[in-house]
């Protein structure tokens, strides 16, 4: 299911280094709503989700967030900070209550919109810290591309609990290919 590319989903460059910027990034490497803590949640749910098209996203968002993960550890690195370990800004170990172990499809697809939008709002507030114009892009682009996230679950939460015909799901797969089209 997954596959690696060399390159990353966003090109990550800093102005200067800034070693207190990349403690600050530590929470979106390892932290309670970072990209750690999504990706594996997410591997978790498609483990546990019934409905396939929904499964096909919940993957596919996964391995998306394995590459925010990637591009937070290189603009750590390339501020001056270190990972030394998978552990927050704090230097407290990533944990793996963190993830949620729902079963049931509704309360997955629910807990995984609250994630995004405390993702949404964590890189927004780490958007005012800096003063770098290249991290506030990388910054922005993650946040959209959370947003993107958190629409398209709230789409299947929608269809599922209304019990949407099978195509109407298969657009989340469309849906989530063409918001990757801008990357290309």
Same mark, same amino acid.
């Given at each position: 299911?997954?596959?690696?590319?060399?390159?990353?989903?966003?090109?990550?460059?800093?102005?200067?280094?800034?070693?207190?910027?990349?403690?600050?990034?530590? $929470?979106?490497?390892?932290?309670?709503?970072?990209?750690? #803590?999504? #990706?594996?949640?997410?591997?978790?749910?498609?483990?546990?989700? #019934?409905?396939?098209?929904?499964?096909?996203?919940?993957?596919?968002?996964?391995? $998306?967030?394995?590459?925010?993960?990637?591009?937070?550890?290189? %603009?750590?690195?390339?501020?001056?900070?270190?990972?030394?370990?998978? %552990?927050? #800004?704090?230097?407290?170990?990533?944990?793996?209550?963190?993830? =949620?172990?729902?079963?049931?499809?509704?309360?997955? +697809?629910?807990?995984?919109?609250?994630? $995004?939008?405390?993702?949404?709002?964590?890189?927004?507030?780490?958007?005012?810290?800096?003063?770098?114009?290249?991290?506030?892009?990388?910054?922005?682009?993650?946040?959209?591309? $959370?947003?993107?996230?958190?629409?398209?679950?709230?789409?299947?939460?929608?269809?599922?609990?209304? %019990?949407?015909?099978?195509?109407? +799901?298969?657009?989340?797969?469309? =849906?989530?290919?063409?918001?990757?089209?801008?990357?290309?």
């Amino acid at each position: 299911m997954f596959n690696y590319r060399k390159r990353l989903f966003y090109p990550v460059h800093v102005e200067r280094q800034d070693p207190i910027f990349a403690k600050v990034l530590l $929470e979106h490497y390892a932290g309670r709503d970072s990209e750690l #803590s999504s #990706s594996i949640q997410y591997l978790n749910h498609r483990s546990n989700m #019934s409905n396939r098209y929904v499964r096909e996203l919940l993957g596919l968002i996964a391995a $998306e967030e394995l590459g925010h993960m990637e591009i937070i550890s290189v %603009a750590i690195n390339k501020l001056g900070g270190q990972l030394l370990t998978c %552990a927050n #800004s704090e230097g407290a170990p990533w944990d793996i209550k963190f993830i =949620d172990q729902s079963v049931d499809p509704i309360n997955m +697809l629910q807990v995984d919109v609250q994630a $995004e939008t405390r993702a949404s709002s964590l890189y927004q507030q780490h958007l005012e810290m800096t003063n770098d114009p290249n991290m506030k892009r990388m910054i922005s682009f993650l946040i959209s591309r $959370e947003e993107v996230h958190k629409r398209l679950l709230q789409k299947a939460l929608t269809l599922i609990l209304e %019990a949407g015909p099978p195509e109407e +799901l298969n657009e989340l797969i469309y =849906d989530y290919k063409v918001s990757l089209q801008i990357l290309e």
